[in-house]
């Protein structure tokens, strides 16, 4: 339980652009292995419940990611 | 010092809890907040949009405003419809008061926006609608 | 059928343009676009909310709004600003014509918005502002 709490506090301190650009890398990853499953493009509402996360933090993540650099950080992290 | 505000109108429709959630959310975001910090707007304020929809509308047609202000590390929400009006302000404040307890509302609303944020002030008149202004501070970001 | 509508306000600040492509994206996402069709979408919203900020106004403070209204399949974007206007709306449209080449701009601001959109009218006075009017038809439903 100690342990839980440490990194539900952990997680409390991490800003959201950091938490944000995490989600958009795993939002492009899904949108390809999903794509190749069902032979076209995934509805927001498919990689939402395959990622299990709603459609509007996918909307934010998405944004997060604009600048190339953020892409460079999350795969390099 | 960073200045900056918006506001945003929408349908009383329970679709656009999330809606305005997003919109606050990143909005506030400029200010580079904590997870935390932005759950805790996020859920001040869909208690708010929630309120306006089945309260203050009771689930008929009506507009839902949000305007939002952003002064320093400062965010200040004003969540507003011009629905029924609460009569007894004190009174729907109170910890598990709901005036809809056939609709498994927990009355807890006002007293989780009281927790969440750091001023909570609640305007109503009966028949004309209700204003409810909330502030939040976040911590200065040290990194 | 799904009917739904928005309109959000906020200030012409270049930090304001995230804030608008993620409101208006967040609007379209209860069509279940996919994230192409989205793209597009705040691609296009981009470009009409810079040149608000930075052709309307010219970098001094106005108010940019945009209303949303989301029917079927179909979502309709009026983005507008009451600042300067354009004189020459057919001279504006065309691909590479810029009045700023001084700023890098590209000129292809409105060529882009007729790609990414199905429907793009303009309505412009000098003086008083522009109205831009766009719409997409969303595909991605039969599954
Ligand atoms: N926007 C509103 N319009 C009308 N009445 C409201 C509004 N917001 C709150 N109320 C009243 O205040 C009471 C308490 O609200 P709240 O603490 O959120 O509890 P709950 O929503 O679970 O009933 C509600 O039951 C309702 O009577
Ligand atoms: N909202 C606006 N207010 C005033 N002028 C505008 C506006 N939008 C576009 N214009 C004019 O139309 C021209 C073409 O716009 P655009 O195709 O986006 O190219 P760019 O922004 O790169 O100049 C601009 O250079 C400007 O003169
Ligand atoms: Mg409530
Ligand atoms: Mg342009």
Sequence with gaps: IGEIKRFLRDDGMIKVSRSLKQTAARVKSTKESLFKKIGREPTLQELADTLDITKEEIVMALDSNMQPDYLYDVIHQ | ?143
């Design chain 2, 1 to 143: 010092m960073m200045k900056n505000s918006m506001k945003v109108e929408f349908m009383s429709k329970s679709q656009n809890e999330a809606f305005a959630r997003v919109v606050v959310a990143s909005f506030a975001s400029q200010l580079d907040p904590t997870i935390e910090e932005l759950a805790d707007v996020k859920t001040a304020v869909s208690e708010a949009v929630t309120n306006a929809i089945i309260h203050g509308y009771e689930g008929k047609d009506g507009t839902v405003s949000i305007s939002c202000r952003i002064e320093d590390r400062e965010i200040e929400i004003i969540v507003e419809d011009n629905g029924k009006g609460i009569e007894d302000v004190e009174q729907a404040r109170q910890p598990l008061y709901t005036s809809k307890p056939e609709l498994e509302r927990s009355g807890m609303g006002f007293t989780v926006m009281e927790t969440f944020m750091d001023i909570i002030e609640i305007e109503s008149q009966k028949d004309v609608g209700t204003k409810v202004r909330m502030v939040k501070r976040f911590a200065s970001c040290e990194n």
